[in-house]
């Protein structure tokens, strides 16, 4: 019968079968090794001890296999779901390319058939020069040759009497004609103004007091067609988009007061209308006051920056509802795949996608909004709609004019306002640079506290080259024009719909 022998035994025999020498030299000494020691100078002589050899053939055979199947499936899943995302963008990339190119052919054919009608119009002249030139060299000819003919002056003489008496007869008939009708015409005036006047007469008698009442509404519109014609009507609308069409300064300044949109209003009713700006007034630096200047700003700005605070609030609520459930629908699996693609979020870290959606605090976005684009009236507000002076290395942007030369960087630039905006916060939510930002952001939400700007402003330290200096002027802009008045601002859900006709 064999022992059963002990795995510290078992290391000795390896050590004797490969004759090393360190163990047989501790063991005549009769030094007492601990399994530990053994097995680090096993280890030390390359010698496979059992323990290792069980795991490792284990491990690959089995886990490592196992472990590459889940990440390739894991692959897998986010290949097709990137698939997915190209071909959606692919689609709305060719239906903003076929607008853009339709656009573009209507007015290239109306260029030309103005083009034509112009030139059109410069040939007439030189035709009727021509035609005239034609039939007055004619008729010289055609006299020049009765003159000339040997024929009787008797004949002659009465054929350009006929000639001259054919025209007389027919200049009389045409100018018989013309005064006759001029005759009858003139008699139809005086008979319809008669009737206007008979029936105004009867009107005045009967209803003096409903045309004094009248009065007053024909009045407000005719202050209200202006250039550009601004018709103001009370409909209940989820929001109000306003085109792109290149308005003044005035014109935006007396649209705000059609409908009735004062930011004291604002500071006191914590409320703002929905009318959202695709861009600046090109004349906004044209105005002297400054004040006057700023709330401008403000009023542009102010709905663009609540609306998407309300909308990550309400997709924060959305993921909430959505992690409690067990089971979840196609539809939200779908969305919360979006959102982890939008905030950046690997391995579908729900916690983390729900630590990146949440608010910007408004009084830091419009000191931002204010400080980069120099209160709307920048070289980047008004050519890009580049409210926050994001850059960019590979995007459409434009180039700054005083860039150091071994520089190639550009400001990034958007269609719409409402588009600088949204990249602006997705970038506070995302960026590497901004996470102590969105750390105490958290803390603040932990402790029931409120969001506000002015306890943010000192992570955004790396937004500018400046550091602190740029933190303590967004500060100084918050308090000078009480920017933290419009933090708990939220959108009104009726306001006055304006139709805008350029």
Known sequence: MKKKLSYRDKLFELAYIYNVKEIQEYTKRRKNLTTGQIELILKKNKIIIPKDFKTNFFRENFTKPISKLKSNIEDFKEEKIRDKNRFFRRVENYKYDTSRKFNHGINSVWKIIGNAGINFLNV?????????????????????????????????????????????????????????????????????????????????????????????????????TKKPELKVKEKNVAEVILPDLNLKTETVIQLFKDVDYDLRKVRNEKLVKPIYFTQFPRDLD??????????????????????????ILDDRKKLKVISEKKFTSDAEKQWLRQKLLEYKVKKGDMNELMFRMDMIPVSIALAQAAKESGWGTSRFALEGNAIFGQWTWDG???????????????????????????????NLNTHKSYSKFREKRKSLRNKNKDITGLELTETLKNYAQTGSEYTKILNQIIKQNNLSDFEPVRLVNSVKQVELNS
């Not at 409903?210 to 005719?222: D, V």
């Not at 006051?289 to 998407?308: D, G, H, M, N, R």
Request: aromatic share 8%; proline share 4%.
């Open 286 to 311: 044209n105005l002297r006051s400054v004040q006057l200047k700023k709330e401008t700003f403000i009023k542009i700005v102010l709905p663009l920056i609540v609306a998407e605070n309300e909308k």
């Open 396 to 426: 459409q942007g434009i180039a700054p004019l005083k860039r150091d030369g071994d520089k190639n960087h550009k400001i990034l630039k958007f269609p719409i306002l409402r588009a600088s905006v949204k990249a602006y916060k997705n």
């Open 124 to 224: 007439l002249p030189k035709l009727g020069r021509t035609v005239a030139n034609f039939f007055g060299n004619l008729f010289t000819d055609v006299f020049n040759s009765i003159y000339n003919q040997q024929i009787d002056q008797r004949s002659a003489r009465n054929v350009i009497i006929g000639f001259f008496v054919v025209a007389g007869i027919i200049t009389v008939i045409i100018a018989g004609v013309n005064t006759y009708k001029n005759y009858d015409f003139s008699k139809k005036n005086l008979e319809t103004k008669k009737t206007e006047v008979e029936i105004k007469k009867d009107t005045k008698k009967p209803e003096p007091k409903i045309k004094k009442e009248i009065k007053k509404p024909e009045t407000k519109i005719k202050k209200e």
